[in-house]
């Protein structure tokens, strides 16, 4: 019974974890709240300045059409933020900033229409993302041929090239609808190209997609794909509101590097592209044994919508790395030296210096705390089978004649979280 009673103990302490944190421990509560919908300025990666000009009159219809249809309460940001150390620096930005306090979505959202150059396509999208912890949360879009935009060039309408799609994407986005998640892993995709030639395409961008597409359903996707547009704003908002680190920060980065074999000026879609892919641990920054370049088709399907073909075997890693992370599995001993026992979770997992752990039986029979972590470079391997890109090295205290490999380990009920 008392055995039952202190697992009870450590799953409550392993689910009561705040909607934004990135720990097994739980973490402070925000000390101001976030307007539940935000709605943030365009994002235009490698369109050019002057088209940005011509365009300025249309986008803002589109931006006062998103805001009519997602938030038709919503304020300027700037009439309601905090003023406190740092509104006059950012104010002028938060004036481009929608709000609307009294939304209904679950958990606080920020949306932005995004818009960039394929080549001979046009990419339009409405991007949803966790306003706290900086994570996708929905991303709905169309790819649109260039003669829809030569179109609206030469009749100089260019509301014709945007109102339809951004109506119908705004539309379609619910943030009501959108749900809080505790994936137990996030994932930033970062491209490695240091120059890019004129005519192609947004490597952010198609981060994006690439990523999106491997982490599966919006809904319900199988790791958090961080955003990487906007934050500096994002950080700055939560900043105003008071709120301390609680942009989720990546456990794995996955880092591309995207060529062309023929030179891409005058390049159209379907394009076939080289990925080459390599990853580094979130925590250390070391880079993981998992290294491999593979085609990447680029292309438009029939529904205007874009398609990533790419192979399994990065979604497949990606799968067992998620594996060393998840939330309900305890520590596990995997090696032994002397008093230090090495156990396959650390920090990315949740562990921090001088937490106490023991035994998982309850019996209180092996003790221990804390003293440090490992990476990739000891080459140690989980009872579970995976390798251990990321570990924590526990000092034990009491029973060390008792301590076997695949042994697990849990929170001391009594000193959690650590001080």
Request: charged share 25%.
């Amino acid at each position: 019974m008392r055995s039952e009673k202190i697992k009870k103990t450590l799953i409550a302490c392993l689910l009561t974890s705040s909607a934004h944190s990135t720990f097994a421990q739980t973490l402070s509560t925000p000390k101001e709240t976030l307007p539940k919908l935000l709605i943030l300025p365009w994002q235009t990666p490698e369109v050019d300045a002057d088209t940005l000009q011509l365009t300025k009159k249309a986008r803002a219809t589109v931006m006062e059409k998103i805001r009519q249809t997602l938030a038709p309460g919503a304020v300027s940001l700037d009439t309601i933020a905090p003023k406190g150390p740092g509104f006059e620096t950012v104010r002028n930005t938060l004036k481009d900033v929608w709000a609307n306090p009294k939304a209904n979505n679950q958990t606080p959202i920020a949306v932005f229409p995004l818009w960039t150059r394929l080549h001979d396509h046009d990419l339009v999208a409405l991007v949803a993302v966790d306003s706290l912890q900086n994570t996708i949360r929905y991303l709905t879009h169309r790819v649109l041929p260039s003669q829809r935009w030569q179109a609206a060039a030469s009749s100089k309408n260019y509301e014709i090239f945007f109102n339809p799609e951004y109506s119908e994407l705004a539309n379609v986005l619910k943030p009501d609808n959108i749900k809080s998640t505790k994936e137990d892993m996030a994932v930033a995709f970062v491209d490695q190209t240091a120059s890019e030639r004129s005519n192609e395409i947004d490597r952010t961008t198609l981060d994006l997609f690439l990523a999106n597409k491997i982490a599966g359903d919006p809904q319900t996707p199988a790791f958090a794909v961080i955003n990487p547009f906007a934050s500096e704003l994002l950080t700055s908002i939560q900043k105003l509101y008071k709120i301390d680190s609680s942009m989720r920060k990546s456990n794995r980065t996955v880092f591309t590097r995207i060529t062309y074999d023929k030179t891409p000026v005058n390049a159209k879609l379907p394009l076939v592209l080289t990925l080459h892919i390599s990853a580094a641990d979130g925590v250390f920054g070391q880079t993981l044994p998992w290294s491999w370049s593979e085609p990447l088709t680029v292309k438009a399907k029939n529904d205007s919508t874009l398609e990533l073909d790419v192979s399994t075997k990065l979604q497949d890693a990606l799968t067992a790395e998620k594996t060393s992370l998840r939330r309900d599995e305890l520590p596990q001993i995997s090696k032994i030296r002397g008093a230090w026992a090495y156990v396959d979770k650390g920090r990315a997992w949740g562990l921090r210096m001088n937490d106490r752990l023991m035994i998982s039986d309850g019996s209180g029979k092996i003790k221990g705390h804390v003293v440090g972590y490992f990476g990739p470079e000891l080459k140690l391997k989980s009872p579970r089978g995976w390798p251990i890109h990321e570990g924590a090295i526990i000092f034990i205290r009491k029973g060390q004649k008792d301590i076997r490999e695949g042994q697990s380990l849990m929170y001391d009920p009594m000193k959690v979280p650590a001080r």
